[in-house]
């Protein structure tokens, strides 16, 4: 996959998951699952990250210095710790932090950490990204909401 096709091949993921067209996000998962290629996979965490730390900016401008917590939260919505989580989800969440502390060293390596195992770790990854898009996206609530993690 070309820079351009998996920035295209993101939109249109993302387009799905917030329409809420999900045969269509299983299809394009199905796609990614099978893409072979290895950069493919980081290309699309870290696009899925950056957008991510879009939102949460446009929710919330920051100055220089700007500290970020997150809360993660099961499907109970009771609170995970962040060791608890499986290590592809962690490390995009550490991507996550690190895109919105202007840490690009940082955020590239917890990208690639992320985008790293067999085909399923990183579909899992991915869905956990677009789920925190979506939650991020549609949270009409002052304060950002917890993200959602699926923990075995």
């Known amino acids: 996959m070309t820079e351009n096709r998996g920035r295209q091949f993101t939109t249109d993921l993302v387009e799905a998951a917030l329409a809420g067209e ?3 996000v299983a299809d ?16 699309i965490v870290g696009d899925l990250v950056g957008r ?11 100055g220089p210095g700007t500290i970020f917590t997150i ?10 710790a962040v060791d608890r989580l499986p290590p592809g ?3 995009a969440l550490r991507a996550l ?18 985008a790293r195992g067999q085909p399923a770790d990183v579909v899992g990854v991915v869905v956990h990204l677009l789920v925190w898009l979506v939650e991020l996206s549609d949270s009409a609530a ?5 993200l959602s993690c699926f923990i075995p």
């Open 89 to 91: 989800p962690r490390a």
């Open 71 to 80: 809360a993660v939260a099961d499907d109970r919505a009771r609170a995970v």
């Open 22 to 24: 999900y045969d269509a």
């Open 97 to 114: 932090l690190a895109a919105l502390g202007d840490d690009e060293a940082g955020r590239d390596i917890q990208v690639e950490l992320a």
């Open 142 to 146: 002052a304060e950002l909401p917890s």
């Open 28 to 43: 394009a998962l199905g796609v990614l699952s099978g893409a072979g290629s290895p950069h493919a996979p980081a290309e």
């Open 52 to 62: 991510c730390a879009a939102v949460v900016r446009d929710r919330r401008p920051t």
